[in-house]
């Protein structure tokens, strides 16, 4: 953790980034940054999901699954930032989840949204326009599973009777679940009325749009009797390459942000954090004065060698 208490997560490779090589990750690639983030003062391993996507993406309930115990081991946080509730039915992604709980040490994040793919949804058969009805009922059956025994739901898309998830997660009463949300006024008033906390997305918003996004959820939580102070939330999906000599991070970043993101490069927005150290420095104190307190950065390449550099010549200055 820097400083100034904002704490950092290293994003594994569950989507192969076009123009950064066509093999997926291996096995011993994944224990290999997860153990260089630990050394480099990341605290948490965060995932994000998609079934069928424009490019080649791995199951990132499994790529948690294989460094749980590495992380649990280490004392790191893992989290979903986020999964595709209404791609999975609750009472099967909830015995997922507690497992990854209980094989992490109670160290497991759960967050949710309501998937923002129409590939995914057709691929199973699911309506994608109606993907936020089903968050909203899912959310509740979820957290209903994972805190208590002969669960029943009765909702507009879920429907069970005495379902029991065993065993339960250790972290009681209920795994946090943490909702996310590009920052407009209507999700964050469901992000403080579901949530645990709350994921935004540095692709798709800029530090003062993730400010005023804060502020509109910091009013939600009062009109809801929660304590703004205390409700976390994390910048997640931000594309990361560092150098000493910005040109020449931007020469390697560049090329493979474009292709992913199919779309021009830009600097302003601070969608990514790429550039000379100084430059990267700056950008993260702009989402620490928005009011940032969780940041997770995805290394484009070379990622034990980024997060290396992150924590030598980057946290020890901000």
């Known amino acids: 953790m820097s400083p100034t208490g904002v704490s950092f997560g290293i994003h594994l490779p569950v989507r192969i980034l076009p123009g950064a090589g066509p093999n997926p990750p291996s096995a011993a690639l994944l224990v290999d940054t997860v153990d ?39 004392g790191m946080t893992i989290a979903t930032g986020v999964l595709g509730l209404p791609l ?8 997922t989840l507690a497992t990854l709980d209980v094989l992490s040490g109670g160290n497991l994040i759960i967050g949710v949204g309501e998937g923002s793919t129409e590939s995914d949804f057709l691929a199973l058969g699911i309506p994608f326009q109606e993907r936020r009805k089903m968050l909203e009922d899912g959310v509740p059956a979820l957290r209903a599973l994972l805190s208590g025994e002969n669960v029943s739901h009765h909702g507009p898309y879920y429907d069970f009777d005495n379902v029991t998830v065993a065993p339960r997660g250790l ?13 407009s006024p209507v999700g964050m008033r469901r992000v403080a009325r579901l949530g645990d906390g709350w994921v935004s997305s ?26 703004p102070g205390s409700f976390p939330n994390a910048v997640n999906t931000m594309f990361m ?5 910005g040109d020449r991070a931007r020469s390697v970043a560049v090329p493979i942000i474009e292709q992913t993101i199919r ?56």
């Not at 795994?175 to 920052?183: A, D, E, H, K, M």
């Not at 990514?272 to 950065?297: N, P």
């Open 36 to 74: 260089a983030a630990k050394k480099s003062g990341f605290s948490s391993v965060w995932v994000t999901d998609h079934i069928v996507y424009m490019d080649p993406w791995l199951d990132c309930m499994i790529m948690l699954a294989a460094i749980a115990g590495q992380a649990n081991d280490l």
């Open 88 to 95: 999975r039915h609750p009472a099967a992604i909830a015995q």
């Open 171 to 183: 972290q009681q009463p209920c795994v946090p679940i943490w909702l996310s949300s590009w920052g």
């Open 202 to 227: 540095g692709w798709h918003s800029t530090p003062e749009e993730f400010n005023e996004a804060l502020n509109n959820l910091d009013t939600a939580l009062k009109n809801r009797g929660k304590d």
């Open 241 to 245: 390459y560092i150098d000493e000599d």
């Open 263 to 318: 779309a021009k490069f830009e600097t302003e927005g601070g969608h990514f954090l790429v550039g000379s150290y100084q430059e990267c420095q700056d950008l993260l104190r702009r989402w620490m004065a928005a009011g940032a307190k969780e940041i997770c950065l995805w290394p484009v390449t070379d990622a034990v060698t980024q997060v290396q550099r992150f924590g030598q010549f980057l946290l020890p200055g901000l």
